[in-house]
């Protein structure tokens, strides 16, 4: 990987978001160690990034986008590189992220690592980005895949097997993973995990903490009117109205 100080030129930025081919393989032919490069932005945190993270970067859905990562691969681009700064994301990160499935089958379909560690939420893959963010199409078709799910993701998800499946054979998560998998739960808006992951002794008021929002905001954020009635009548509290001297549940 090149690293250099300077941002890339604007014409293949904008060839590579607004979906002109041939004027990305012309540059890419007359310099092609742009292809492995990562280069400076402006952006606030520092995130130097490459052209396949300039391909994903939000809102993303951009037009010939799978064919812009394909030449971008073909050319050297390498499917895995991580940008610099607060989160080493690769750009399957950022395509699920954004929701992006043309991007993300694409990376896919060149290599691009799964599993690979960085999101934003909790340094771990891409799914992670997807059901923190989410955008749930870019995490179900992440599972389709054959990414590892966690107790967390199925509760979001609302996979009901999936989430029984954890506390099988004699298995039963960590107090912390419950909570992590309610709250979840109703980020998703999935009442029927949330009310499962209730009877396993899950804290309905615990929240993460990368988020302040509890398990009812997180409800209420997401329009599950059902939800956030029925955590309501338990006697969840959101974040917001907390009594004096509440605190912020922490994980262990």
């Known amino acids: 990987m090149i690293d250099v100080k300077e941002p890339p030129p604007d014409t293949l930025v904008r060839a590579i978001q607004s ?6 393989r012309r540059i890419l032919r007359h310099h092609p160690d742009m292809a492995r490069t990562r280069f400076a ?6 995130a130097a990034r490459t052209l396949l993270h300039i391909a994903t970067c939000p809102p993303g859905h951009y037009p010939r986008c799978a064919e812009t990562i394909a030449a971008l691969a073909a050319a050297g681009a ?5 940008c610099t700064g607060s989160f080493p994301e690769t750009p399957l990160h950022w395509a699920a992220s954004c929701n992006d499935i ?10 691009a690592d799964i599993e690979a560690a960085g999101a934003v939420v909790d340094g771990g893959s891409p799914l992670s980005d997807a059901v923190g963010f989410g955008q749930w199409q870019a995490a179900r078709d992440l599972i389709d895949h054959g990414a590892h799910m966690t107790l967390r993701e199925a509760a979001a998800l609302g996979l009901r097997q999936r989430i029984r499946d954890c506390f099988a054979d004699g298995r039963a998560p960590c107090q912390q993973e419950i909570n992590d998998g309610f709250w979840h739960a109703c980020h998703g808006g999935q009442l029927v995990a949330a ?3 209730h009877r396993q002794g899950a804290d309905i008021n615990w929240r993460p903490d990368w988020e302040d929002l ?3 905001d997180a409800a209420r954020h997401g329009n599950a009117a059902d ?4 955590l ?9 109205d907390r009594p004096a001297g509440w605190e912020r549940a922490r994980p262990g």
């Open 102 to 111: 043309e991007a993300l089958e694409a990376l896919l379909d060149s290599g």
């Open 78 to 82: 390498d499917v895995n590189a991580r």
């Open 232 to 240: 309501q009548a338990l006697g969840a509290l959101s974040a917001a």
């Open 41 to 46: 932005t402006p952006d606030p945190h520092g």
């Open 227 to 230: 939800l956030a009635t029925w």
């Open 195 to 197: 009310h499962y992951l």
């Open 19 to 24: 979906g002109r081919l041939k004027t990305v």
């Open 214 to 216: 509890t398990p009812l």
